[in-house]
């Protein structure tokens, strides 16, 4: 009877290892692409339904979405529109930035507690004794204080914009271009480099971009400020390849392209959005933060961990490490009324999610 009983057990062992064989995902955790991108057959491969990502892919026909990648497990789970097509970063340049920096402070090039002052930034007009105190790590976090006109504010950047002089610099957030054009000012003076070549050859070559060369940069400049914007174009598959360099740790393969530590730091919740209807803000990253005021993304549920980097118009890179998931959607900002709200792109992702066979054993 005992051994009757221990064949039963040991069967009732031998099929659930098997069905976890059946339902474990295709491809390890560890999946890197090379070259070019692998791609799954069939979502299913992956724990996802085809007909429900269909269901999203077809939901983004409505929309003026131009692009869309979707990464799981280090391979594209599935992706649509001119995914080799070269858009506007918008906004996404700062989160490239803020890569870079992890870099230079790893090397001991960038101190992150020099102030202007020690630095020697100017602007005209001039900048305020107080305002020279604000120092780089204020400036990633968005908390310097100094709101000197700067290049490529939008109006509603304008409108939300504190007076000039009304804040201690590190006491208060506000998503302020001002930061984020000094930071590029900074990075090309301690470093001796041009930003977009640091991208094609720190980032970029490591995880080899297909498509991303320092020539689709370019810096926008005029009279309100001396510190120009750093605008440039890159394609939705070498944007989802940055992403999974993120959700990686800032490892690619055997190598350590950005420190694991920066990575971290860079991506955790530093101050609180609200003032932008968002959750949490790192260094140059949008972060998730469980019970603030605002979701991390309207109409979609993101656990804390997620981050993302977000431009102008629809475009954004979310890195969901709950999911092992990069999501990547694009618009052609370039055409007249071309944009997506932050409603409709979370709608589709949480349509995404939702497509997750709850079977599936991971």
């Known amino acids: 009877m005992i051994k009757l009983q221990e064949k039963s057990q040991c069967f009732l062992v031998l099929c659930f290892l098997s069905l976890l064989v059946v339902l474990s995902p295709a491809y390890p955790q560890a999946e890197y692409p090379d070259i070019t991108w692998d791609k799954v057959e069939k979502p299913e491969e992956l724990g996802y339904s085809s007909k429900k990502l269909e269901e999203a892919k077809s939901f983004s026909k409505g929309l003026k979405t131009a692009a869309v990648v979707i990464v799981v497990d280090g391979v594209i789970l599935k992706e649509w529109g001119k995914v080799e097509k070269k858009f506007m970063t918008h906004s996404v340049r700062k989160s490239f930035l803020s890569a870079?920096?992890?870099?230079?402070?790893?090397?001991?090039?960038?101190?992150?507690?020099?102030?202007?002052?020690?630095?020697?930034?100017?602007?005209?007009?001039?900048?305020?004794?107080?305002?020279?105190?604000?120092?780089?790590?204020?400036?990633?976090?968005?908390?310097?204080?100094?709101?000197?006109?700067?290049?490529?504010?939008?109006?509603?950047?304008?409108?939300?914009?504190?007076?000039?002089?009304?804040?201690?610099?590190?006491?208060?957030?506000?998503?302020?271009?001002?930061?984020?054009?000094?930071?590029?000012?900074?990075?090309?003076?301690?470093?001796?480099?041009?930003?977009?070549?640091?991208?094609?050859?720190?980032?970029?070559?490591?995880?080899?971009?297909?498509?991303?060369?320092?020539?689709?940069?370019?810096?926008v400049t005029g009279k309100a400020s001396k510190h120009p914007a750093y605008p440039f174009r890159i394609t939705a598959r070498d944007m989802a390849r940055f992403g999974l360099l993120m959700l990686r740790?800032?490892?690619?393969?055997?190598?350590?392209?950005?420190?694991?530590?920066?990575?971290?730091?860079?991506?955790?919740?530093?101050?609180?959005?609200?003032?932008?209807?968002?959750?949490?803000?790192?260094?140059?990253?949008?972060?998730?933060?469980?019970?603030?005021?605002?979701?991390?993304?309207?109409?979609?549920?993101?656990?804390?961990?997620?981050?993302?980097?977000?431009?102008?118009?629809?475009?954004?890179?979310?890195v969901i490490p709950d999911h092992h998931m990069v999501f990547v959607h694009r618009v052609n900002t370039d055409k007249r009324g071309h944009r997506v709200a932050s409603e409709d792109v979370g709608r589709m992702l949480q349509m995404i999610l939702n497509a997750k066979l709850t079977s599936l054993v991971r």
Not at 131 to 141: H, N, P, V
């Open 249 to 318: 740790q800032g490892k690619w393969k055997d190598k350590q392209v950005i420190p694991e530590d920066w990575v971290k730091e860079s991506t955790c919740y530093h101050s609180d959005a609200t003032l932008y209807h968002s959750d949490g803000y790192g260094y140059m990253w949008w972060v998730a933060r469980d019970h603030n005021k605002y979701s991390h993304m309207p109409n979609v549920d993101l656990e804390e961990g997620t981050f993302s980097a977000r431009g102008a118009g629809g475009h954004y890179l979310m």
């Open 100 to 219: 870079l920096y992890g870099i230079y402070v790893d090397k001991g090039i960038i101190d992150l507690d020099k102030s202007m002052a020690d630095l020697g930034i100017k602007d005209d007009p001039p900048l305020s004794k107080m305002e020279k105190q604000a120092t780089i790590r204020d400036c990633l976090k968005a908390r310097s204080g100094v709101y000197h006109p700067a290049l490529y504010e939008s109006q509603g950047m304008k409108k939300l914009k504190p007076p000039r002089f009304s804040q201690i610099p590190g006491t208060f957030w506000y998503y302020n271009n001002w930061d984020f054009n000094v930071l590029g000012t900074i990075f090309e003076k301690r470093t001796g480099q041009k930003i977009f070549d640091a991208i094609e050859e720190d980032i970029a070559g490591p995880i080899q971009m297909e498509d991303y060369r320092a020539e689709d940069g370019w810096y």
